[in-house]
């Protein structure tokens, strides 16, 4: 049995879940509207305001499904009432952040500045010249985005230079050694 999948997902107050024929939950609370396609086979039932996930058998397919349908279902609840965010942090000489519109602009070394779009449901605020926080009620939108700005300079082994997530650890590596 699932540890995760078997553990029923409470809905909070101001929150509304359906689900349909088609096992799509829709999740709609202060914080917007999310849904999410749920594999057809699995059972979702919403009783006495919790969200209850079960599998018609143990076979293989199903029991990697379970646990993964309530964590997604459970991801939904949260990104409608908490939200999620992600922060980065830039290191590096010369190396800054800034926020014109809902444009991000960084300074990376590159000859030029790269600019970046907040996709849709995405803000991203600058509180100093080396930090990002991305927030949004959708988890995999979030996660991606951050990545998609971390893809852009990721931290080098050496110096440490690069963007990096709050409380990463960088492994370093010790330099060239003067060979006389």
């Known amino acids: 049995m699932s540890r995760i999948g078997i553990k029923p997902v409470a809905i909070p107050a101001g929150v509304e879940v359906t689900v349909d024929a088609k096992n ?8 917007g509207e ?3 396609q749920v594999n057809k086979d699995l059972t979702v039932e919403i009783a006495e305001g919790k969200v209850v996930v079960s599998r018609p058998s143990d076979a293989r397919l199903y029991k990697a499904q379970h646990g ?5 279902i459970s991801n939904l609840i949260e990104g409608v009432t908490n939200g ?3 922060k980065l942090e830039i290191v590096g000489v010369g190396y800054k952040a800034d926020k014109k ?6 300074n990376l070394g590159y000859s030029h500045q790269v600019i970046m779009k907040d996709p849709e449901g ?7 010249a080396t930090q990002i926080i991305i927030k949004g009620n959708d988890k995999a939108v979030v996660g991606n985005y951050a990545a998609n700005i971390r893809k852009w300079r990721k931290p080098e082994p050496y110096k440490g230079k690069g963007i990096r997530y709050e409380g990463e650890i960088v492994r370093r590596k010790e330099g060239k050694t003067g060979a006389k």
């Open 34 to 36: 999310l849904s999410q």
């Open 122 to 128: 995405i803000t991203t605020e600058v509180p100093t």
């Open 68 to 72: 993964l349908a309530r964590t997604l």
């Open 24 to 31: 799509v939950v829709t999740v709609k609370g202060p914080n």
């Open 84 to 86: 999620f965010s992600k």
């Open 101 to 106: 519109g809902d444009d991000l602009v960084m």
